[in-house]
């Protein structure tokens, strides 16, 4: 999927941010206009990946073997866009990725708990996540669900480290409840095996995706204290480009290989699930994902600080292969 | 067990508090020295299970089964030791009640989830909890898992919404933690089989029950604004009783019946569990739990609100007969 207004990846070389991995230092974000995506991306993932590594629990703590299945599930090379959002969007609202650290690394471990309990036996029952076996198939079921719990544990007491812990935990929980993650994967289990619904499907995707999207840019510009309107903003923004990826992750379950995706693929039709390309088609679901994109890109006008790695995420969300 | 210390039931009646069960009201909570325990609290229980249902997602309302599995879970008739322990630290620290109630009702829903996802199949497999079904056995596997997430969510969006927030969540978070619940749950897996070992099972008693009963203790204080050395005697206080509370909980598993506790028992024993009993023997036990309680009201001094409730909580924890 391949989008006109994608900048050629190496147009204008970035600005080159000094990255420095101890904890303290700074990273320089100030890209210009024609930046390098690929390598905005990349840099991003490792600081993100660095500062996991500092953050969660050591292995050599007891208890170890929850550490170490937490440790795993995390460190497993994922895309970590909610993270990447966070930062983004506290940068956008004119604030300092700095700012946003906590909060964004506790998106990626609330999102990798629900990764871990999603995988899970009862639930999708999924053996491969990421290119490598899921945590229930290394560490057994019981530690998996473990596992699950403290890092969703854990990212409640990141959030409770920063200034705006009250705000950002409301965020969170908000998202994750039963009116986000925790009841779209309720929805998205009873839907198995429906007729289509396009009310229905819109609400699970919705509920399971773009709800902690749409809290990750939120949390992002609560840490640079945006006004409300900036916050109402990143929020729509949030929304639509977490609606597109969920419906190419559908789209990616019916085009891919699972060695593309490092993932099992055609899971969701031998499941019966409710998937967008189930309701809509495979044709109409690329269309809807685009016009999401152009939406998505609508709402990033008059922000105090750089908009362009949001422009260019929200199209790497639905133009990505993986 | 009983206790000398224990005042005669009626010896004199509690200042009959006028409980309204509307939001909003005010709860009276002057009990004379020689209350009416008993009263006391099966008021609080009562509070707290109004409350309870007031604040909870409405089984109308969708997810409608996750919101029913929820529910089920939470208003089984519990103990309702966490949050009756953090009212009356509100109180003890010359707080209200009222200002607790919303920790009271997170850390009940925080304890609700850590006993669905312990019942499941992978975990301790229980199929009894409180005399009913477990919520697996009812809900099935995959919207037990999903339930407990989801009151662990609520917990900390509860929190969210009390004024000392990042006070709040953070004590939750650390009780709840690896270093807390979640680390004592994969010890107590682990420990299944292995010989006796006293340094061990002290960790995974304070880490599994003590950590979350010393967290509601201060949690009350902290809605109280207590100063540092109150929050550390309601600390102590409570890491002695939560102590002495799974001592008597691992007695009960041998002394009791399944009648009698509403769960099975003899448990510990067929799964090879390392309990106090196991390591300690079943006098050892009884006096341990008897010396702790005797140390936890030793912590009682100097608080500038009622202390009654709080002793004859400490004698309750360890007298109880399921």
Redesign the interface.
């Known amino acids: 999927m391949r989008f006109p207004r994608r900048l050629p990846p190496n147009a204008r070389g970035p600005t080159s941010p000094q990255l420095a991995f101890e904890f303290g230092r700074t990273l320089n974000t100030s890209y210009a206009e024609h930046m390098n995506f690929e390598q905005y991306l990349e840099e991003r993932r490792t600081w993100i990946e660095q500062a996991l590594d500092d953050y969660l629990?050591r292995e050599t703590e007891?208890?170890e073997?929850?550490?170490r299945a937490?440790r795993y599930s995390v460190q497993s090379g994922g895309k970590r866009l909610r993270p990447i959002l966070c930062l983004a969007a506290a940068e956008a609202a004119g604030g300092t990725a700095e700012s946003a650290l906590r909060p964004a690394l506790a998106l990626e471990c609330f999102h990798t708990y629900t990764l871990v309990?999603d995988d899970?036996p009862?639930?999708d029952n999924d053996d491969l996540r990421r290119g490598r076996p899921t945590t229930h198939k290394v560490f057994?079921?019981?530690?998996a669900?473990?596992a699950?719990?403290?890092l969703?544990?854990?990212a409640?007491?990141l959030?409770?480290?920063?200034p705006q812990?009250?705000?950002l935990?409301?965020e969170?929980?908000?998202a994750?409840?039963?009116?986000g993650v925790?009841?779209g994967?309720?929805?998205d289990?009873?839907a198995e095996g429906l007729p289509p619904d396009p009310t229905f499907v819109r609400?699970i995707h919705e509920r399971k995706t773009a709800s902690l999207i749409e809290a990750s840019c939120r949390m992002g510009g609560i840490c640079a204290a945006a006004p409300p309107m900036i916050l109402e903003a990143l929020g729509r923004y949030g929304r639509a480009i977490g609606l597109a990826f969920q419906i190419v992750d559908d789209i990616l379950n019916v085009t891919s290989t699972p060695e593309q995706l490092g993932k099992a693929t055609g899971s969701d039709a031998a499941r019966k699930k409710m998937t967008w390309v189930s309701v809509f088609g495979l044709d109409e679901s690329v269309r809807m994902a685009r016009d999401l994109m152009t939406e998505a890109l609508r709402h990033l006008e008059n922000f105090p600080g750089p908009t362009e790695p949001l422009r260019q995420l929200a199209i790497h969300v639905v133009e990505r292969s993986r």
Not at 140 to 143: L, T, V, Y
Not at 159 to 162: A, G, K, R
């Open positions: 629990p007891p208890p073997l929850l550490h937490m309990h899970l009862a639930m057994g079921e019981s530690i669900i473990l699950g719990d403290a969703h544990t854990f409640f007491e959030l409770s480290q920063c812990a009250a705000a935990v409301a969170l929980a908000r994750a409840g039963t009116r925790a009841g994967q309720c929805d289990l009873q609400r």
